[in-house]
């Protein structure tokens, strides 16, 4: 039997699916939706919308109206296409990497509180001079340090076109910024984005998983991550037995090793703990426990 055959599998994918397929959306989607969508309903209301949402210097006095600190990274240049443009595609191409290395929630919540440091810096910086900032630079700039980060080889191309490694990225972003808050004279935010940046460095370099609480060492990149997690599990398979408890969260069994009645406690356990705290919740060696099972369910079926 196949693993849709399920009665309860079958239950909590229909569940899922009458509640929300809002959740099943990644969060670099939901972001720019949002974004976009604000831009649109600021037209209409003859850009109201945005003057509220925007960051003030003298907000970091106003308690009343410390929402800004937030709203501002979802507000936009009205007048410039090219800033909300430029900024959602960033956050396309080096965002979804990332929301695929950390998850949903710690991607998002990473995200919003990179808006927030980065606003709440600017303003402390600039309280009491006749500016105002807006954007989602401060939160885009810490994406663009965490990608190069994970991914310091990962070929990206400047203006879309020059070939460069992320790491370089990285570093030309930074300087970038730098150089220009200190001598340029344009109309952009940059100490914002060296903020963003900055939090991006705290946040790679504790270890920290925000949703969880917990600090830990600083991270690897992702391509020295995989090779070590795969010798890992070769490892653990190598070692583990069929007296390994099914019921354990942290020890999976590699599933090519269990007898046929085995690999049906182990999607079980795998099952329930999906039904009870989510797919996201599943790890990359029960998900292939998932496929694996369901092509030899196929096979005993025949």
């Given at each position: 039997m196949?693993?849709?055959?399920?009665?309860?599998?079958?239950?909590?994918?229909?569940?899922?699916?009458?509640?929300?397929?809002?959740?099943?959306?990644?969060?670099?989607?939901?972001?720019?939706?949002?974004?976009?969508?604000?831009?649109?309903?600021?037209?209409?209301?003859?850009?109201?919308?945005?003057?509220?949402?925007?960051?003030?210097?003298?907000?970091?006095?106003?308690?009343?109206?410390?929402?800004?600190?937030?709203?501002?990274?979802f507000a936009h240049n009205p007048n410039d296409f090219m800033h909300i443009l430029c900024n959602m595609l960033a956050l396309f191409f080096l965002g979804v990497p990332v929301e695929r290395r950390y998850g949903k929630r710690e991607f998002l919540t990473f995200y919003l509180l990179a808006i927030v440091f980065s606003g709440v810096a600017w303003g402390v910086l600039n309280y009491g001079a006749p500016v105002a900032i807006l954007g989602a630079s401060g939160g885009v700039s810490a994406i663009v340090i965490l990608f190069a980060f994970n991914y310091p080889r990962s070929i990206v191309y400047l203006m879309g076109i020059i070939p460069i490694p992320a790491w370089l990225l990285g570093v030309l972003f930074v300087v970038?910024?730098?150089?220009?808050?200190?001598?340029?004279?344009d109309n952009i935010a940059h100490d914002?984005?060296?903020?963003?940046?900055?939090?991006?460095?705290?946040?790679?370099?504790?270890?920290?998983?925000?949703?969880?609480?917990?600090?830990?060492?600083?991270?690897?990149?992702?391509?020295?991550?995989?090779?070590?997690?795969?010798?890992?599990?070769?490892?653990?398979?190598?070692?583990?037995?069929?007296?390994?408890?099914?019921?354990?969260?942290?020890?999976?069994?590699?599933?090519?090793?269990?007898?046929?009645e085995r690999l049906k406690a182990e999607v079980d356990r795998i099952l329930k703990k999906y039904s009870e705290t989510g797919k996201d919740s599943l790890t990359e060696l029960e998900r292939e426990t998932l496929e694996y099972a369901s092509e030899e369910y196929q096979k005993h079926k025949r």
């Open positions: 196949s693993l849709s055959d399920r009665d309860y599998y079958d239950e909590e994918e229909r569940r899922e699916s009458k509640v929300s397929r809002f959740n099943s959306w990644s969060a670099v989607l939901i972001v720019i939706l949002l974004n976009v969508g604000l831009y649109f309903l600021n037209q209409l209301t003859g850009d109201q919308l945005f003057a509220r949402m925007t960051l003030y210097s003298q907000t970091i006095g106003e308690p009343l109206h410390w929402y800004q600190f937030l709203t501002y990274g970038g910024d730098a150089y220009q808050a200190t001598h340029g004279f914002a984005h060296l903020f963003g940046a900055a939090f991006a460095c705290l946040y790679y370099l504790s270890g920290i998983e925000i949703t969880r609480l917990r600090f830990g060492a600083p991270r690897r990149s992702a391509s020295n991550r995989s090779a070590k997690s795969r010798k890992e599990e070769y490892r653990k398979f190598r070692l583990r037995t069929h007296s390994t408890p099914i019921d354990d969260d942290s020890t999976v069994a590699n599933p090519r090793y269990m007898s046929f």
